[in-house]
């Protein structure tokens, strides 16, 4: 079996190496910031996507070094890392960004350190999923709007009380709802909804990730004459929706099937998927 690698402040590390002390900020405090990327056929999907996000990100946070981290940088490094590991050019790959230095609450520096992992995929396209999804609200805790709610932070608690949620009950997804109780996302991923021959998402201002896909989508629709409107969305329009699509970076979109006894088309789903491998 072959030795696999990532990619740890720009040196190759066994990925069974340790590398993260118990002073790291981020183990220690979720003090980072992450970006899941894909590569197919060798090309890193959306890269300037990616970037523009990773910078916006750090310079919420304040951790110094986002002038660095630029498209050019992501498609460098997941190059070298697919070529070190001698991948065939389909990889799924997250970036983990952490603030560096010691410090307890308040950081003596804000220098960036970097992880990049991946891990090779089969697919070289994006692929609807077959079955579709069941999901169900989660609304045992609730996502807070501010001005750190866009970016993917390392504090992801919410995310795990919502999967466990989600295993508990047998569902395929679930959808979580910010501090005012309209829709936001979903576990890992921006939602859509098709009513009215409407699409509709939750705006950024409702709290939810800012995510690559979901801009590419909005960008998909608007070449295709598809309307589409950001809004505040009560939890309530899933019980009316014709469609209910997922969106990430990784997997492209999914259709969802079924929401309690509510069951859902995949027409739009399946139409934007098409346009999005021709990409």
């Given at each position: 079996?072959?030795?696999?690698?990532?990619?740890?402040?720009?040196?190759?590390?066994?990925?069974?190496?340790?590398?993260?002390?118990?002073?790291?900020?981020?183990?220690?405090?979720?003090?980072?910031?992450?970006?899941?990327?894909?590569?197919?056929?060798?090309?890193?999907?959306?890269?300037?996507?990616?970037?523009?996000?990773l910078t916006a990100g750090m310079k919420a946070l304040k951790i110094d070094g986002h002038a660095l981290m630029d498209d050019y940088f992501l498609r460098q490094k997941t190059a070298d890392l697919a070529k070190r590991n001698k991948w065939n050019g389909n990889v799924r790959f997250r970036l983990s960004v952490y603030r560096g230095g010691a410090g307890v609450y308040t950081p003596e520096t804000n220098k960036a350190g970097y992880v990049l992992e991946g891990i090779p995929l089969k697919a070289s396209t994006y692929e609807l999923n077959s079955k579709g999804l069941i999901i169900d609200v989660f609304d045992e805790m609730t996502k807070p709007v501010n001005k750190l709610s866009n970016f993917k932070?390392?504090?992801?608690?919410?995310?795990?009380?919502?999967?466990l949620f989600k295993s508990q009950n047998r569902l395929d997804e679930a959808m979580i709802l910010n501090q005012y109780g309209f829709l936001c996302e979903s576990i890992s991923a921006n939602v859509f909804v098709v009513y009215n021959k409407q699409i509709y998402t939750p705006s950024l201002a409702e709290g939810c990730i800012s995510g690559v896909m979901r801009t590419t989508i909005m960008q998909l629709c608007k070449m295709n004459d598809m309307p589409l409107i950001e809004a505040q969305i009560n939890p309530e329009i899933l019980k009316e929706a014709e469609e209910v699509f997922i969106t990430n970076a990784t997997q492209g979109i999914q259709w969802v099937m079924g929401y309690g006894r509510k069951r859902y088309f995949n027409e739009v789903s399946k139409f934007l998927i098409e346009k999005l491998n021709n990409l």
């Open positions: 079996m072959l030795q696999e690698y990532l990619l740890f402040n720009d040196e190759f590390l066994a990925v069974d190496a340790p590398i993260l002390t118990a002073s790291n900020r981020s183990f220690k405090f979720g003090d980072g910031l992450f970006e899941s990327m894909r590569m197919i056929n060798n090309k890193l999907q959306f890269a300037d996507l990616h970037a523009d996000r932070t390392s504090n992801a608690l919410l995310y795990v009380m919502a999967g």
